[in-house]
């Protein structure tokens, strides 16, 4: 079975430049989530998606982030402008939600860095 | 507000001896609670999970304690070996209410030592 994929890994802009973040979740995952993990610190939700709806956003910045599930399936993380302390890895992970399965399945993060 | 914590930022053991990390929550709503283990450049991988019907469940080396009424929980690993060396993070949800959200501790980095 195929895991969580992020793209890009790696990811360097300037501040007041905007970034788009791409995440294809597990084949039948109908729950998404968007984490932020700064240095040190453990992930914190941004946006969680059932299928295409958004179940949670109250963390995310909307003055600058935005994301999208188009279809239920993939979904892109936006941010625009972006600031020196949004310098951090944004992690991906879908779970299962029929059952109450909540162990999410996280991607290998894009490390972002805002300089 | 930080409502899971792992107040041990790191741990050593010797590889054979018995590890053990520790993790607090102050959400009375948590009811599920999880271990995920994390190398570096590589995401957060589950690792084992109790519900708060339980006060112990345990997976092969690992096993996870719950104290509900201290809202502690602890995971022990049992023989430690080099590879589990890794930062563990513990997360909490209240599952039972709906809400698959996960809360996360900082982390607590692990080195076992041959």
């Known amino acids: 079975e195929a895991g969580v994929a992020q793209s890009p890994r790696y990811k360097i802009i300037e501040k007041r430049q905007s970034v788009a973040f791409w995440c294809n979740p597990i084949s039948g995952h109908a729950t998404l989530y968007w984490y932020q993990q700064i240095l040190g610190q453990g992930p914190k939700l941004l946006i969680q998606f059932q299928n295409n709806g958004v179940v949670d956003d109250s963390q995310l910045p909307k003055d600058r982030f935005s994301a999208e599930r188009l279809k239920g399936v993939d979904s892109t993380l936006k941010i625009q402008p972006a600031k020196l302390e949004d310098s951090a890895v944004y992690l991906c992970?879908?779970?299962?939600?029929?059952?109450?399965?909540?162990?999410?399945?996280f991607g290998q993060g894009t490390r972002l860095t805002v300089v | 507000d930080q409502q899971v914590k792992q107040n041990s930022p790191s741990l050593s053991v010797q590889e054979g001896r018995i590890s053990i990390l520790n993790c607090d929550y102050t959400?009375?709503?948590?009811?599920?609670f999880l271990w995920y283990k994390k190398y570096p450049a590589e995401g957060p991988t589950f690792l084992i999970s109790?519900?708060?019907?339980?006060d112990k469940n345990e997976d092969g080396r690992f096993t996870v304690f719950l104290n509900k009424s201290a809202k502690h929980l602890s995971l022990h690993i049992v023989p430690s070996q080099p590879g589990d060396s890794a930062v563990y993070f513990c997360a909490a949800s209240a599952r039972y209410s709906g809400a698959n959200n996960l809360f996360f501790g900082t982390g607590t980095r692990l080195t076992v030592i041959p």
């Open positions: 959400n009375s709503m948590f009811d599920y």
């Open positions: 109790i519900s708060s019907i339980k």
């Open positions: 992970a879908s779970s299962l939600v029929e059952g109450g399965s909540t162990e999410a399945f």
